[in-house]
């Protein structure tokens, strides 16, 4: 018995054999729908992200370092030691009087300013997607870290609670 499924068109009802996604009546949009999904596949292949990690996130040998850093046996076992430490709960909303579930381990102080506090269980907090974004934003107006910044000459901040006063005011 041949493989079949229904008509792609919105509101038809009829069957179709496999391969095809149509039937005999709107078979005109057939080919305009095969190249969406050529179009889809294309920009979601193995190359693009490829070309996100080799290129846009290794942008310099500094950069490809840290990267490799958080593929190491040494940085999923500090990760997973911080997690449960902190019990799987974001400690920048945790400072405000919040209870927000996260599994994204940050480094208090940034590896690109101080890279000797990269292994330090003491630099390293569990943080929300929302406070993340936040900090990201604030590392790079006070250490002047991400593309394009050059690093300042300031004082390492190492409070999660004075960092989350200075994200928040600003």
Same mark, same amino acid.
């Given at each position: 018995?041949?493989?079949?499924?229904?008509?792609?068109?919105?509101?038809?009802?009829?069957?179709?054999?496999?391969?095809?996604?149509?039937?005999?009546?709107?078979?005109?949009?057939?080919?305009?729908?095969? =190249?969406?999904?050529?179009?889809? =596949?294309?920009?979601?292949? *193995?190359?693009?992200?490829?070309?996100?990690?080799? $290129?846009?996130?290794?942008?310099?040998?500094?950069?490809?370092?840290?990267?490799?850093?958080?593929?190491?046996?040494?940085?999923?076992?500090?990760?997973?030691?911080?997690?449960?430490?902190?019990?799987?709960?974001? =400690?920048?909303?945790?400072?405000?009087?919040?209870?927000?579930?996260?599994?994204?381990?940050?480094? $208090? $102080?940034?590896?690109?300013?101080?890279?000797?506090?990269?292994?330090?269980?003491?630099?390293?907090?569990?943080?929300?997607?929302?406070?993340?974004?936040? *900090? +990201?934003?604030?590392?790079?107006?006070?250490?002047?870290?991400?593309?394009?910044?050059?690093?300042?000459?300031?004082?390492?901040? +190492?409070?999660?609670?004075?960092?989350?006063?200075?994200?928040?005011?600003?």
């Amino acid at each position: 018995m041949p493989r079949v499924r229904r008509c792609r068109q919105p509101g038809c009802h009829a069957m179709v054999n496999f391969p095809d996604h149509y039937c005999q009546q709107h078979y005109e949009h057939e080919a305009e729908y095969l =190249a969406s999904r050529q179009r889809w =596949a294309r920009s979601h292949d *193995k190359q693009y992200s490829h070309k996100y990690n080799t $290129v846009t996130r290794n942008r310099d040998d500094a950069k490809r370092q840290q990267y490799n850093f958080y593929r190491t046996r040494q940085w999923s076992h500090l990760r997973q030691q911080v997690l449960e430490r902190d019990h799987y709960l974001c =400690a920048y909303c945790k400072v405000q009087g919040l209870i927000t579930p996260a599994k994204t381990v940050d480094h $208090v $102080v940034p590896i690109e300013f101080n890279e000797a506090l990269k292994a330090n269980v003491d630099n390293l907090a569990v943080i929300c997607g929302k406070c993340h974004r936040r *900090k +990201t934003d604030w590392e790079q107006r006070y250490y002047g870290t991400g593309q394009g910044n050059e690093l300042r000459q300031v004082d390492e901040i +190492t409070d999660v609670s004075a960092i989350n006063a200075l994200m928040n005011k600003e």
